[in-house]
């Protein structure tokens, strides 16, 4: 009795899913799953299909877009129908249906974001712009506030402020490329590569920049004004939010 019941309510729900389905998909491929044929998806066990069925629900509510969806069906419909003649069910090849289609809805989201990742010296002219400006914006408010000895051993000379925004730039983009990816396993997440990139690029830049003040001549390396850096740091710290909009950067650190 339970069985009739169970059956009936799965009829019903696939009547629907046809319906809903029937106007948006090619004649040739109709099915209650997108893009997978019908004659694929009336050779799943009844257990397999509402399996899917409760992804699909799943997926649609999380608006995981068409395409992506049609790519997992076809797969997994094969693979199921392959199960099947050895007597696996779906459960026993993906697990719970809630668990597959978060899977799947991690790395729909994990692709979009790629594929909406800017470019490496896009990212690198934002890290640049925003961390050269703080800094800048730093060394003049110390100029303004700080002893003369400070204002000395502080101030960076034009060209080292310069190569403080493309080596800072640069640190930013190598580090961005590195950052963890928290929908991965346990201890796949890369926290270890991130650390080790992101303090060697941060060593090198302050490095680089130490040594610039240090032998680059006064007479082509000449200090700014307090005012000056001032100025300069939101000067730039504008250009970087008004570049920011404009090209829509996506990726970067901040």
């Known amino acids: 009795m339970k069985d009739k019941q169970e059956e009936k309510i799965l009829t019903k729900v696939q009547e629907v899913e046809r319906e809903e389905h029937q106007d948006s998909l090619p004649s040739e491929e109709s099915s209650i799953l997108t893009g997978v044929p019908q004659e694929k998806v009336d050779q799943l066990t009844k257990r397999n299909l509402k399996f899917l069925l409760?992804?699909?629900?799943?997926?649609?509510?999380?608006?995981?877009?068409?395409?992506?969806?049609?790519?997992?069906?076809?797969?997994?419909v094969?693979?199921?129908?392959?199960?099947?003649?050895?007597?696996?069910?779906?459960k026993h090849i993906y697990g719970t249906p809630s668990e597959t289609s978060q899977i799947?809805?991690?790395k729909a989201v994990k692709e979009e974001e790629n594929l909406e990742k800017s470019p490496d010296w896009q990212i690198a002219v934002d890290g640049g712009l925003m961390?050269?400006?703080?800094?800048t914006l730093i060394t003049g408010i110390f100029g303004l506030t700080g002893?003369?000895?400070?204002?000395?051993?502080?101030?960076?000379?034009?060209?080292?402020?310069?190569?403080?925004?493309?080596?800072?730039?640069?640190?930013?983009?190598?580090?961005?490329?590195?950052?963890?990816?928290?929908?991965?396993?346990?201890?796949?997440?890369?926290?270890?590569?991130?650390?080790?990139?992101?303090?060697?690029a941060m060593m090198a830049w302050i490095g680089l920049i130490m040594l610039s003040q240090a032998f680059?001549?006064?007479?082509?390396?000449?200090?700014?004004?307090?005012?000056?850096?001032?100025?300069?740091?939101?000067i730039t710290l504008a250009l970087r939010y008004y570049l920011k909009n404009k090209w829509k950067i996506v990726g970067g650190l901040f």
Do not use: W
């Open 104 to 106: 799947i809805i991690n």
């Open 54 to 76: 409760d992804i699909d629900r799943q997926l649609r509510a999380s608006h995981v877009s068409q395409s992506n969806c049609q790519a997992v069906y076809l797969e997994m």
């Open 216 to 234: 680059i001549p006064p007479v082509i390396n000449p200090i700014l004004p307090p005012i000056g850096y001032i100025i300069l740091g939101v």
């Open 147 to 200: 002893s003369s000895s400070v204002q000395d051993n502080f101030y960076m000379g034009i060209i080292t402020v310069i190569l403080n925004y493309a080596i800072g730039g640069y640190a930013m983009m190598k580090t961005a490329k590195v950052l963890p990816n928290l929908d991965a396993p346990k201890g796949q997440k890369g926290y270890g590569r991130y650390f080790m990139v992101s303090t060697v």
């Open 78 to 90: 094969d693979t199921l129908l392959e199960g099947q003649k050895d007597g696996h069910t779906a």
């Open 131 to 135: 961390l050269g400006a703080i800094f």
